[in-house]
Protein backbone atom coordinates (compact mmCIF):
# COMPACT_ATOMS: atom_id res chain seq x y z
CA UNK A 1 0.00 0.00 0.00
CA UNK A 2 1.95 3.46 -1.27
CA UNK A 3 -0.77 6.16 0.82
CA UNK A 4 0.00 6.40 4.38
CA UNK A 5 -3.25 5.33 6.48
CA UNK A 6 -2.83 7.05 9.29
CA UNK A 7 -3.02 10.24 7.41
CA UNK A 8 -4.91 9.36 4.11
CA UNK A 9 -8.37 8.32 3.84
CA UNK A 10 -7.93 4.53 2.53
CA UNK A 11 -11.51 3.85 1.91
CA UNK A 12 -12.83 5.50 -1.19
CA UNK A 13 -16.56 5.48 -3.42
CA UNK A 14 -15.70 5.71 -6.76
CA UNK A 15 -19.20 6.74 -8.55
CA UNK A 16 -19.09 6.78 -12.72
CA UNK A 17 -17.16 4.69 -14.42
CA UNK A 18 -16.74 5.99 -17.97
CA UNK A 19 -13.88 6.47 -20.23
CA UNK A 20 -12.37 8.98 -17.40
CA UNK A 21 -13.80 6.79 -14.02
CA UNK A 22 -13.35 3.31 -14.40
CA UNK A 23 -9.06 4.14 -15.35
CA UNK A 24 -8.59 6.53 -12.45
CA UNK A 25 -10.74 4.01 -10.14
CA UNK A 26 -7.90 1.33 -11.60
CA UNK A 27 -5.44 4.08 -10.75
CA UNK A 28 -6.51 4.21 -7.11
CA UNK A 29 -6.50 0.19 -6.42
CA UNK A 30 -3.17 0.31 -7.70
CA UNK A 31 -2.16 2.45 -5.08
CA UNK A 32 -3.90 0.89 -2.40
CA UNK A 33 -6.82 2.18 -1.42
CA UNK A 34 -9.78 0.36 -0.48
CA UNK A 35 -12.29 1.02 -3.19
CA UNK A 36 -15.72 0.38 -3.80
CA UNK A 37 -17.53 1.72 -7.18
CA UNK A 38 -21.09 1.54 -8.73
CA UNK A 39 -22.22 2.49 -11.88
CA UNK A 40 -25.22 2.31 -14.55
CA UNK A 41 -23.16 -0.50 -16.37
CA UNK A 42 -22.81 -3.72 -15.54
CA UNK A 43 -19.75 -4.34 -18.46
CA UNK A 44 -18.26 -1.60 -16.12
CA UNK A 45 -18.77 -2.97 -12.06
CA UNK A 46 -17.85 -6.37 -13.82
CA UNK A 47 -13.90 -4.78 -15.30
CA UNK A 48 -13.24 -3.00 -11.87
CA UNK A 49 -14.25 -5.47 -9.91
CA UNK A 50 -12.05 -7.73 -11.66
CA UNK A 51 -9.21 -5.18 -10.92
CA UNK A 52 -10.28 -5.71 -7.34
CA UNK A 53 -12.68 -3.44 -6.26
CA UNK A 54 -16.36 -3.40 -4.25
CA UNK A 55 -19.11 -3.31 -6.19
CA UNK A 56 -22.30 -1.40 -5.30
CA UNK A 57 -26.26 -1.34 -6.66
CA UNK A 58 -26.14 1.81 -5.72
CA UNK A 59 -24.41 4.89 -5.03
CA UNK A 60 -25.57 4.81 -1.21
CA UNK A 61 -24.52 1.41 -0.92
CA UNK A 62 -21.43 2.25 -2.63
CA UNK A 63 -20.63 5.26 0.33
CA UNK A 64 -21.65 3.12 2.84
CA UNK A 65 -19.08 3.31 5.93
CA UNK A 66 -17.00 5.27 3.30
CA UNK A 67 -14.13 8.19 4.33
CA UNK A 68 -14.24 9.37 0.81
CA UNK A 69 -16.63 9.58 -2.37
CA UNK A 70 -15.23 10.53 -5.70
CA UNK A 71 -17.58 11.43 -8.67
CA UNK A 72 -17.31 11.90 -12.09
CA UNK A 73 -20.74 11.95 -14.12
CA UNK A 74 -21.67 13.16 -17.56
CA UNK A 75 -23.28 16.89 -16.80
CA UNK A 76 -24.57 19.32 -13.82
CA UNK A 77 -27.93 17.48 -13.26
CA UNK A 78 -26.16 14.24 -12.54
CA UNK A 79 -24.10 15.31 -10.16
CA UNK A 80 -26.73 17.22 -8.38
CA UNK A 81 -29.50 14.29 -8.39
CA UNK A 82 -26.11 11.79 -6.96
CA UNK A 83 -25.79 15.10 -4.43
CA UNK A 84 -28.93 16.37 -3.47
CA UNK A 85 -31.58 13.97 -4.53
CA UNK A 86 -34.02 14.61 -7.15
CA UNK A 87 -37.29 15.60 -5.02
CA UNK A 88 -38.84 11.85 -4.92
CA UNK A 89 -37.51 8.67 -2.60
CA UNK A 90 -33.68 9.82 -4.05
CA UNK A 91 -32.91 12.46 -1.33
CA UNK A 92 -29.32 12.37 -2.21
CA UNK A 93 -25.72 11.19 -0.83
CA UNK A 94 -25.15 14.29 1.27
CA UNK A 95 -28.28 13.76 3.23
CA UNK A 96 -26.71 10.16 4.39
CA UNK A 97 -23.07 10.95 4.76
CA UNK A 98 -21.43 11.35 8.10
CA UNK A 99 -20.42 14.95 8.70
CA UNK A 100 -16.69 15.35 7.90
CA UNK A 101 -16.72 13.22 4.28
CA UNK A 102 -14.71 13.98 1.92
CA UNK A 103 -16.62 14.06 -1.23
CA UNK A 104 -14.47 14.97 -4.79
CA UNK A 105 -16.34 15.78 -7.98
CA UNK A 106 -14.46 15.29 -11.23
CA UNK A 107 -17.16 15.63 -13.52
CA UNK A 108 -16.56 19.25 -15.49
CA UNK A 109 -19.79 20.73 -14.86
CA UNK A 110 -21.44 24.49 -14.61
CA UNK A 111 -19.52 26.56 -11.68
CA UNK A 112 -22.57 27.39 -10.91
CA UNK A 113 -23.80 24.20 -10.24
CA UNK A 114 -20.68 22.93 -8.33
CA UNK A 115 -21.55 25.86 -6.13
CA UNK A 116 -24.83 24.80 -5.31
CA UNK A 117 -23.95 21.04 -4.36
CA UNK A 118 -21.01 22.61 -2.24
CA UNK A 119 -23.58 24.59 -0.26
CA UNK A 120 -25.46 21.96 0.53
CA UNK A 121 -22.32 19.81 1.52
CA UNK A 122 -21.05 22.49 4.06
CA UNK A 123 -25.18 22.65 5.71
CA UNK A 124 -24.41 18.86 5.79
CA UNK A 125 -21.07 19.40 7.66
CA UNK A 126 -19.62 17.40 4.12
CA UNK A 127 -15.84 18.60 2.70
CA UNK A 128 -16.41 19.52 -0.56
CA UNK A 129 -14.06 19.94 -3.51
CA UNK A 130 -14.65 20.51 -7.42
CA UNK A 131 -11.62 18.80 -8.96
CA UNK A 132 -12.26 18.37 -13.07
CA UNK A 133 -8.95 17.11 -14.69
CA UNK A 134 -7.81 18.00 -18.54
CA UNK A 135 -5.40 15.48 -19.96
CA UNK A 136 -8.07 12.70 -21.25
CA UNK A 137 -8.42 9.04 -21.56
CA UNK A 138 -4.72 8.32 -21.92
CA UNK A 139 -4.12 10.69 -19.13
CA UNK A 140 -6.72 8.84 -16.86
CA UNK A 141 -5.06 5.52 -17.57
CA UNK A 142 -1.74 6.82 -16.84
CA UNK A 143 -2.38 8.39 -13.77
CA UNK A 144 -0.92 11.49 -15.30
CA UNK A 145 -4.46 13.93 -15.23
CA UNK A 146 -4.06 17.80 -14.75
CA UNK A 147 -6.70 18.33 -11.35
CA UNK A 148 -8.08 21.69 -11.32
CA UNK A 149 -9.45 21.87 -7.54
CA UNK A 150 -11.74 24.54 -6.46
CA UNK A 151 -12.71 24.65 -2.18
CA UNK A 152 -11.50 25.42 0.89
CA UNK A 153 -7.20 24.98 1.29
CA UNK A 154 -7.65 22.77 4.28
CA UNK A 155 -9.96 20.14 2.07
CA UNK A 156 -7.20 20.80 -0.61
CA UNK A 157 -4.35 19.17 1.21
CA UNK A 158 -6.28 16.70 2.67
CA UNK A 159 -7.94 15.64 -0.75
CA UNK A 160 -4.45 16.11 -2.21
CA UNK A 161 -2.72 12.45 -1.40
CA UNK A 162 -6.08 10.82 -3.40
CA UNK A 163 -5.80 12.89 -6.11
CA UNK A 164 -1.87 11.97 -6.53
CA UNK A 165 -2.87 8.47 -7.13
CA UNK A 166 -4.87 10.02 -10.34
CA UNK A 167 -2.68 12.47 -11.57
CA UNK A 168 0.71 14.46 -11.95
CA UNK A 169 -0.29 18.05 -12.07
CA UNK A 170 -2.74 19.19 -8.90
CA UNK A 171 -3.59 22.82 -8.39
CA UNK A 172 -5.72 24.44 -6.64
CA UNK A 173 -7.53 27.62 -8.49
CA UNK A 174 -9.32 28.87 -5.94
CA UNK A 175 -12.93 28.87 -3.25
CA UNK A 176 -16.21 26.57 -4.68
CA UNK A 177 -16.48 26.59 -8.38
CA UNK A 178 -13.19 27.25 -8.64
CA UNK A 179 -11.67 24.45 -10.54
CA UNK A 180 -14.93 24.35 -12.87
CA UNK A 181 -14.47 28.10 -14.11
CA UNK A 182 -10.61 27.34 -14.78
CA UNK A 183 -11.15 24.31 -16.75
CA UNK A 184 -14.16 25.46 -19.06
CA UNK A 185 -11.48 28.40 -19.88
CA UNK A 186 -8.77 25.47 -20.49
CA UNK A 187 -11.11 24.04 -22.71
CA UNK A 188 -12.41 26.86 -24.55
CA UNK A 189 -9.18 28.21 -25.42
CA UNK A 190 -8.21 24.61 -26.46
CA UNK A 191 -11.37 24.30 -28.82
CA UNK A 192 -10.60 27.58 -30.27
CA UNK A 193 -7.01 26.45 -30.75
CA UNK A 194 -7.52 23.12 -32.99
CA UNK A 195 -10.20 25.07 -34.70
CA UNK A 196 -8.03 27.89 -35.83
CA UNK A 197 -4.75 25.26 -36.81
CA UNK A 198 -7.31 23.07 -38.65
CA UNK A 199 -8.27 26.01 -40.81
CA UNK A 200 -4.75 27.04 -41.33
CA UNK A 201 -3.46 24.05 -41.79
CA UNK A 202 -6.59 23.28 -44.76
CA UNK A 203 -5.09 26.88 -45.88
CA UNK A 204 -1.94 25.71 -46.76
CA UNK A 205 -3.05 21.78 -48.00
CA UNK A 206 -5.06 23.90 -50.28
CA UNK A 207 -2.64 25.86 -51.86
CA UNK A 208 -0.59 23.31 -52.57
CA UNK A 209 1.56 22.70 -49.28
CA UNK A 210 2.53 19.47 -47.67
CA UNK A 211 0.70 19.30 -43.70
CA UNK A 212 4.05 17.87 -42.16
CA UNK A 213 6.26 20.39 -43.39
CA UNK A 214 3.58 22.92 -42.95
CA UNK A 215 2.89 21.85 -39.13
CA UNK A 216 6.78 22.04 -38.63
CA UNK A 217 7.09 25.33 -40.45
CA UNK A 218 4.64 26.29 -37.74
CA UNK A 219 5.99 24.80 -35.05
CA UNK A 220 9.13 26.86 -35.59
CA UNK A 221 7.34 29.92 -36.15
CA UNK A 222 4.85 32.25 -33.91
CA UNK A 223 1.77 30.28 -34.46
CA UNK A 224 3.27 27.89 -32.64
CA UNK A 225 0.75 25.93 -30.46
CA UNK A 226 -0.67 22.76 -28.43
CA UNK A 227 -2.31 21.13 -31.25
CA UNK A 228 0.67 21.32 -33.47
CA UNK A 229 3.41 20.15 -30.65
CA UNK A 230 1.31 16.98 -29.90
CA UNK A 231 -1.90 16.30 -31.14
CA UNK A 232 -1.48 17.34 -35.19
CA UNK A 233 -5.20 17.11 -36.59
CA UNK A 234 -4.10 16.34 -39.74
CA UNK A 235 -4.02 12.58 -40.28
CA UNK A 236 -0.42 10.71 -40.55
CA UNK A 237 1.63 13.97 -39.53
CA UNK A 238 1.95 12.26 -35.89
CA UNK A 239 1.83 8.56 -35.41
CA UNK A 240 -0.04 8.35 -31.99
CA UNK A 241 -2.26 11.10 -32.26
CA UNK A 242 -6.46 10.25 -32.92
CA UNK A 243 -6.18 11.57 -36.67
CA UNK A 244 -3.69 8.72 -37.58
CA UNK A 245 -6.69 6.25 -36.36
CA UNK A 246 -9.60 7.47 -37.97
CA UNK A 247 -10.11 9.81 -35.25
CA UNK A 248 -11.14 7.61 -32.92
CA UNK A 249 -10.45 7.45 -29.12
CA UNK A 250 -8.82 10.86 -27.39
CA UNK A 251 -11.58 13.47 -26.62
CA UNK A 252 -14.50 12.96 -28.53
CA UNK A 253 -16.07 16.17 -29.87
CA UNK A 254 -19.44 15.49 -28.14
CA UNK A 255 -17.42 16.58 -24.69
CA UNK A 256 -15.65 19.00 -26.70
CA UNK A 257 -19.16 20.81 -27.28
CA UNK A 258 -20.32 20.50 -24.05
CA UNK A 259 -17.42 22.24 -22.18
CA UNK A 260 -17.92 25.34 -24.77
CA UNK A 261 -21.14 25.35 -23.72
CA UNK A 262 -20.45 25.47 -20.38
CA UNK A 263 -17.99 28.18 -20.80
CA UNK A 264 -20.56 30.55 -23.02
CA UNK A 265 -22.79 29.75 -20.01
CA UNK A 266 -20.52 30.97 -17.88
CA UNK A 267 -19.77 33.95 -19.99
CA UNK A 268 -23.88 34.84 -20.09
CA UNK A 269 -23.72 34.63 -16.32
CA UNK A 270 -21.44 37.00 -15.71
CA UNK A 271 -21.67 39.15 -18.64
CA UNK A 272 -18.04 38.60 -20.36
CA UNK A 273 -17.63 38.38 -24.15
CA UNK A 274 -16.14 35.67 -25.78
CA UNK A 275 -16.44 36.09 -29.45
CA UNK A 276 -13.69 33.56 -30.24
CA UNK A 277 -15.41 30.98 -27.73
CA UNK A 278 -18.84 31.75 -29.56
CA UNK A 279 -17.11 31.01 -33.20
CA UNK A 280 -15.80 27.75 -31.50
CA UNK A 281 -18.92 26.92 -30.62
CA UNK A 282 -21.13 27.28 -33.23
CA UNK A 283 -18.39 25.24 -35.20
CA UNK A 284 -18.99 22.22 -33.05
CA UNK A 285 -22.31 22.40 -32.62
CA UNK A 286 -22.33 22.10 -36.67
CA UNK A 287 -19.61 19.18 -36.39
CA UNK A 288 -21.31 16.40 -34.01
CA UNK A 289 -24.60 16.20 -35.76
CA UNK A 290 -22.27 13.73 -37.77
CA UNK A 291 -19.17 13.23 -35.41
CA UNK A 292 -19.98 13.32 -32.07
CA UNK A 293 -18.12 10.38 -30.65
CA UNK A 294 -14.91 11.30 -33.18
CA UNK A 295 -12.02 13.24 -31.56
CA UNK A 296 -12.25 16.91 -31.05
CA UNK A 297 -9.66 16.74 -33.84
CA UNK A 298 -11.45 16.09 -36.73
CA UNK A 299 -13.02 19.77 -37.12
CA UNK A 300 -10.65 19.45 -39.46
CA UNK A 301 -13.17 17.53 -41.40
CA UNK A 302 -15.19 21.05 -41.55
CA UNK A 303 -12.61 21.81 -44.19
CA UNK A 304 -11.17 18.92 -45.44
CA UNK A 305 -14.10 16.93 -45.62
CA UNK A 306 -11.89 13.82 -47.27
CA UNK A 307 -10.10 13.06 -43.98
CA UNK A 308 -13.00 12.08 -42.48
CA UNK A 309 -14.31 10.08 -45.70
CA UNK A 310 -13.67 6.55 -43.76
CA UNK A 311 -14.77 7.89 -40.53
CA UNK A 312 -18.30 5.79 -39.67
Given at each position: MTNNASAT???????????????????LLKHGFDVTVFDLSDAALASLKEAGAKTATSPLQAAEETEVVITMLPAG?????????????????????????????????AAADARVVAQAAGEHGVAFL????SGGTAGAAAGTLTFIVGGDAEVFARAKPILAAMGKNIFHAGDHGAGQVAKICN???LGILMSGTAEALNL???????????????????GRNWTLE????????????????????GFM????????????????DTGVEVPMGSQATELYD???ENYAEQDFSSIIGRYAPEVLSDVK
Open positions: PSKIAFIGLGNMGAPMAKNKHVKSVYLGDGSENKGLLAALPKGTLVIDSSTIDAPVNMLGIKNGLDPAVLSDIMLQSSVYNPYPNVMETVPASKNYAGSAHMHKDLHLALQTAAEHI
